[in-house]
């Protein structure tokens, strides 16, 4: 079972990650993005872009960092080989750019207890270097019970 004492509780802002137009072009190819804002510098300038627009899910590159000091906080309770990815979602205030170097905080917003499964959802709130918001990650994990 998870702690729902964790609930509320707010973890440390991550080190600064710098998005490399290379990470941006192997996640699109990852994700099967044709779209060549993710692909072409040009394209995106053209766009009115600085450099490549990452595909909108590429926030959870980001995100995985701060999902991983839920997993390492030993008051929490999460055991990882129990976890299932029920949700997610992003809400964005612009798209992330190669050349963006992103900090997130996250927060569990919710623990909630059902059949025997612990719902965890945390929200991952994703700056700029200047401190500007460009995303809200936001997780539901499903921790399933003991059998």
Same mark, same amino acid.
């Given at each position: ?5 964790? #609930? ?49 899910? *590429?926030?959870? %590159? ?15 309770? &999460?055991? *990882?080989?129990? /976890? %299932?990815? @029920? ?9 992330? &750019?190669? @050349? ?19 719902? &965890?959802?945390?929200?991952? #709130?994703?700056?700029?270097?200047? @401190? #500007?918001? /460009? &995303? ?6 499903? /921790?399933?019970?003991?059998?």
């Amino acid at each position: 079972m998870v702690n729902q004492a964790v #609930e509320g509780k707010s973890y440390p802002q991550t080190t600064p990650y710098l998005v490399g137009r290379e990470k941006v072009r192997e996640f699109a190819r990852a994700v099967r993005s044709e779209n060549p804002l993710n692909h072409d510098v040009a394209a995106a300038q053209a766009a009115g872009y600085p450099d490549l627009v990452a595909p909108p899910t *590429f926030a959870v %590159v980001i995100q995985e960092h701060t999902l991983q000091q839920l997993l390492a906080d030993d008051t929490a309770g &999460v055991d *990882f080989s129990r /976890v %299932v990815h @029920g949700d997610q979602r992003f809400s964005y205030s612009r798209p992330i &750019v190669a @050349g963006d170097e992103l900090t997130a905080t996250m927060t569990v917003t919710a623990v909630k207890q059902l059949g025997g499964n612990s719902m &965890v959802t945390a929200a991952s #709130e994703i700056m700029d270097a200047a @401190g #500007e918001h /460009v &995303v809200t990650a936001t997780s539901t994990l499903v /921790v399933r019970g003991e059998a």
